[in-house]
């Protein structure tokens, strides 16, 4: 089987899209590389509500904060190789997958499908937002969403209080950038709440 795979002609190269895929046995060398989780969907029948079940095990986040890491990742099974495969190619990272033998004929016919889509701009059509209900809730997640930091400043009331009946007074971003991919950027948020449970 380590022959099989290793014999895939798909190598790691500076070009995009599934040619970033890199096809490789279980024991295949990964040093200096960052590891990737396996991608999964994990259903919880006991747990229901409307963001935990399912849950969805995605490298998304990391392939977007280290726009230019090399990672691997270890996707054994049919599902696990095909969404390791699908999520190297929407984020346009170079990925070593290491697969068993149930994955690997479901990894190959999905880089052969890969192969067929069309270059072009594949950037986010819409993406999911915060209403703005101008409290200090809806101002930090917005914040979050965007990449930063957040640190609070309590300036007035009890931080005991939820942040849906706080206020922000000011946003101080000391750089006075947007957070570039894979930065850390620190923005301050004064944030002023009631004083009492009437106010």
């Known amino acids: 089987m380590s022959i099989l795979l290793a014999a895939l002609f798909l190598l790691a190269s ?17 040093a200096g590389l960052s590891k990737a989780i396996t991608p999964k969907v994990t259903f919880r029948r006991n747990v229901a509500s409307a ?3 399912p ?5 998304g986040w990391r392939y977007l904060r280290q726009p230019d890491g090399h990672f691997y990742c270890d996707a054994p099974g049919v599902a696990a190789a095909t969404l390791a495969a699908a999520e190297a190619f929407a984020y346009d990272v170079p990925v070593k997958i290491r697969t068993d033998s149930a994955g690997s004929e479901s990894l190959t016919k999905m880089l052969a499908f890969l192969r067929t889509v069309k270059e ?10 915060f209403v703005d209900d101008g409290s ?18 309590w300036l007035t009331g009890y931080n005991t209080k939820s942040l849906s009946v706080c206020r ?4 101080n971003n000391p750089g006075q950038w947007d957070p570039p991919p894979g930065t ?3 923005v301050y948020v004064d944030v002023s709440c009631p004083n009492h ?3």
Do not use: C, H, M
């Open 14 to 30: 500076p070009q995009s899209g599934v040619e970033r895929i890199t096809v490789a046995p279980a024991d295949a060398n990964v």
């Open 51 to 53: 963001t935990r079940a």
């Open 168 to 171: 922000v007074s000011n946003i």
């Open 184 to 186: 850390f950027t620190t």
């Open 120 to 129: 072009g701009d594949y950037s986010p059509l819409i993406n999911i937002g």
């Open 55 to 59: 849950w969805v095990d995605s490298n």
């Open 136 to 153: 200090a809730e809806s101002v930090v997640n917005d914040l979050k969403a965007q990449g930063y930091n957040v640190v609070i400043n």
């Open 197 to 199: 449970d009437y106010d």
